[in-house]
T-cell receptor, first 112, second 114 residues
Framework: ELKVEQNPLFLSMQEGKNYTIYCNYSTTSDRLYWYRQDPGKSLESLFVLLSNGAVKQEGRLMASLDTKARLSTLHITAAVHDLSATYFCAVDGSSNTGKLIFGQGTTLQVKP | DVKVTQSSRYLVKRTGEKVFLECVQDMDHENMFWYRQDPGLGLRLIYFSYDVKMKEKGDIPEGYSVSREKKERFSLILESASTNQTSMYLC?????????????FGNGTRLTVT
């Protein structure tokens, strides 16, 4: 059974600092997704990582995928308050069917 | 833009009631999914469907059923609501492209069972 684990689950950081969110998964998959959820809102797709070594960047967020280590990272550079949200990683659960298994989510709070 | 619409934003139902949650997408997506979201547990898959009249169980199907009579509509049914089904329910859709397409989510239905 595929399990997806994120850490940390909660992250409070100062504006301008850098930090990384980790996403580990238990079985082989080469498709990993990152989503953002603002309070009271639905999930918004951030990145789709489709192969080993894939790296995607948008603004202050950069995501990478290491399929051999079964690890993805979401790196935050020089955090700003607008990045405060909950971030989820998700892995394609079986045979690349599009059925995603989600991590628990990491709630990021960026303080001025 | 893909639009996934869930019929209700908030619902309050009594224990034992039959509850219908409706979801409609407007982008001709083949895949549709129902998740529930609970604090500390992330999103858990209840049911999904790859085509009209097709359905497959997710990780937590007990107490739920689904219906997909038309491609754009996917309904989640709670046959006899219980308090442990109080949760946020999220519908999503995606293209059937060997899993490369991200899920597009609706705004969610917050269900309270009393």
């Amino acid at each position: 059974e595929l399990k997806v684990e994120q850490n940390p689950l909660f992250l409070s950081m100062q504006e301008g600092k850098n930090y990384t969110i980790y996403c580990n998964y238990s079985t082989t998959s080469d498709r990993l997704y990152w989503y953002r959820q603002d309070p009271g809102k639905s999930l918004e797709s951030l990145f789709v990582l489709l192969s080993n070594g894939a790296v995607k960047q948008e603004g202050r967020l950069m995501a990478s995928l290491d399929t051999k280590a079964r690890l993805s990272t979401l790196h935050i550079t020089a955090a700003v308050h607008d990045l405060s949200a909950t971030y989820f990683c998700a892995v394609d659960g079986s045979s690349n069917t599009g059925k995603l298994i989600f991590g628990q989510g990491t709630t990021l709070q960026v303080k001025p | 833009d893909v639009k996934v619409t869930q019929s209700s934003r908030y619902l309050v139902k009594r224990t034992g009631e039959k509850v219908f949650l409706e979801c409609v997408q407007d982008m001709d997506h083949e895949n549709m999914f129902w998740y529930r979201q609970d604090p500390g547990l992330g999103l858990r898959l209840i049911y999904f469907s790859y085509d009209v009249k097709m359905k497959e169980k997710g990780d937590i199907p007990e107490g739920y059923s689904v219906s997909r009579e038309k491609k754009e509509r996917f309904s989640l049914i709670l046959e006899s609501a219980s308090t442990n089904q109080t949760s946020m329910y999220l519908c999503a859709s995606s293209l059937f492209h060997r899993g490369q397409s991200p899920l597009h989510f609706g705004n969610g239905t917050r269900l309270t069972v009393t």
